[in-house]
């Protein structure tokens, strides 16, 4: 069945490092979300992306969905503290279910 | 709008007993989902609902899983009997049908199950 992988599965930065986090699916994806779970907290979204090669900014935070779309990635420009959390892609199967990937953990040191 | 609501927020339970969840969705929301959350799973989706009819439980792990809505603004997941492995993270999510389609979570339910 359809499966989303993210890498890395844990990412520990300096404070004004930069991340990435990368999301790949076996199969092409209508779209793609994105979210954030703070350590203790519930998944909050981000952002969906559409289109083929889209590339959408939030502030410090860059999305992109692959040409393919079979792939995307998250990057923050200079982490900050409040940015440690977990990552989720998630993949649309059918039109209201959605496969979350498996997370990427971002610790961020001060 | 309070966001999606879940009772209890912590629940231990002994194996064998039975456990219901509670959920209560965003007014208006068409679509109510339960998920689980653990270390080794992930985040795996359990069942949804659309106007309170269930469109998809293929995730509901085993026959002691059941959920039910019985209207718009209620939603339950219940386990009997309980396990050990059921121990996890128990998330309520609810959307609208229409908009960008993103989901809106409650705060969880952590069940341990001794």
């Known amino acids: 069945g359809q499966q989303v992988m993210q890498i890395p599965q844990y990412q520990h930065v300096q404070e004004g490092e930069d991340f990435t986090t990368y999301c790949n699916s076996s199969?092409?994806?209508?779209?793609i979300q994105w979210y954030k779970q703070r350590p203790g907290g519930h998944p909050v979204f981000l952002i969906q992306l559409v289109k083929s090669g889209e590339v959408k900014k939030q502030k410090r935070l860059t999305f992109q969905f692959g040409e393919a779309k079979k792939n995307s990635s998250l990057h923050i420009t200079a982490t900050q503290t409040t940015d440690v959390g977990t990552y989720f892609c998630?993949?649309?199967?059918?039109?209201?279910?959605?496969?979350f990937g498996t997370g990427t953990r971002l610790k961020v040191l001060a | 709008d309070a966001g999606v609501i879940q009772s209890p927020r912590h629940e231990v339970t002994e194996m064998g007993q039975e456990v219901t969840l509670r959920c209560k969705p965003i007014s208006g929301h068409d679509y109510l989902f339960w998920y689980r959350q653990t270390m080794m799973r992930g985040l795996e989706l359990l069942i949804y609902f659309n106007n309170n009819v269930p469109i998809d439980d293929s995730g509901m792990p085993e026959d002691r899983f059941s959920a039910k809505m019985p209207n718009a603004s209620f939603s339950t997941l219940k386990i009997q009997p309980s396990e050990p492995r059921d121990s996890a993270v128990y998330f309520c999510a609810s959307r609208p049908s229409t908009g960008v389609g993103e989901q809106y979570f409650g705060p969880g339910t952590r069940l341990t199950v001794t």
């Open positions: 199969t092409t994806l209508s779209n």
């Open positions: 998630a993949g649309p199967r059918g039109t209201y279910k959605y496969i």
